[in-house]
């Protein structure tokens, strides 16, 4: 019954107060549309792109979407949108202040998120009350990506095709005086095939030959047939190498382009007026019910 009395008499306070309720939540509600207006907060417009992992090798324990992340999120690539969109103009940061960095990376990091999607994809947001230099940002991030990969990509390629080119010009030296010690001895000593000769020539000097020097002959042979299949194996690697530096290729899919917003996404403004108004309301409310409680009690 106490709860029930209570509530009465809380509907039956804000009903006595009501016209200064009333007006303090009218006032509310206008001083929720005047702040919320572009004139106090600039309204802020969204662009979206979401890119899968294209082209990527597993170089760790990470998945290729983790990889493209950590990249995306890197310095290196942070430097090159601001540098590329002259974002610390558009930001209005000092590039000459002490705290140039802090302040730029914190503009930055404030407007743009990089997230993982539930999917594995990776799904860029930026936030800026240009729609055009919104979009703008999400495909330089993007070109920027590819650019730095490929550029990753190109100098592990360039590493493996000098490792490829080295080995083959050693393998050429080595064959080529393997070739000749082979020629000597064919001239020499005029030997040519095992099975052949041993088997059909009557000569006995070439048989002594064989019996003296067949061993290290079938040696170098057979060492110069090995270089000639490593050979082989490192021109087709180095042919390869050459082709996959000269194809540029992207190392993501945009599933999702970025385009130029044309409603704001910040602020909403009904939500704002909601909020004043129910804040309004609520308050004035609890403060006329105490100040009933505080006069009845003589406080």
Aim: aromatic share 12%; with cysteine.
């Amino acid at each position: 019954m106490k709860n029930n009395f209570d509530s009465i008499n809380i509907i039956k306070t804000i009903f006595k107060w009501k016209w200064h309720i009333i007006i303090i939540t009218v006032i509310a509600a206008i001083l929720g549309v005047v702040f919320s207006s572009s004139f106090f907060i600039k309204p802020k417009f969204k662009s979206t792109a979401v890119l899968y992992p294209h082209n990527m090798s597993m170089i760790s324990t990470e998945s290729k979407t983790e990889q493209m992340l950590q990249i995306i999120n890197s310095d290196d690539i942070k430097f090159m949108v601001i540098d590329e969109n002259s974002l610390d103009i558009h930001y209005e940061v000092d590039r000459n202040s002490q705290n140039y960095l802090r302040d730029i990376f914190s503009e930055y990091d404030g407007k743009v998120s990089i997230k993982k999607t539930p999917n594995d994809a990776v799904q860029i947001t930026v936030l800026d009350i240009d729609p055009n230099m919104a979009c703008r940002i999400v495909e330089s991030i993007i070109n920027n990506y590819n650019n730095f990969s490929w550029k990753s990509f190109t100098g592990i390629q360039t590493n493996l095709l000098d490792i490829y080119t080295k080995a083959y010009e050693e393998n050429e030296l080595e064959m080529k005086k393997l070739a000749e010690d082979l020629t000597m001895m064919r001239v020499n000593y005029n030997l040519l095939d095992l099975k052949s000769q041993i088997k059909f020539s009557t000569n006995k000097n070439l048989l002594e030959n064989w019996e003296k020097r067949g061993a290290e002959y079938q040696k170098i042979d057979s060492l110069y047939n090995s270089y000639i299949h490593m050979q082989s194996e490192n021109l087709q690697n180095i042919k390869s190498i050459k082709r996959e530096i000269i194809t540029k290729r992207n190392f993501c899919r945009v599933i999702s382009n970025p385009f130029p917003a044309s409603t704001k996404s910040t602020p909403v403004r009904w939500l704002i007026v909601l909020l004043s108004i129910l804040g309004a309301f609520f308050t004035s409310s609890i403060v006329a019910v105490f100040f009933d409680i505080f006069k009845e009690n003589n406080i």
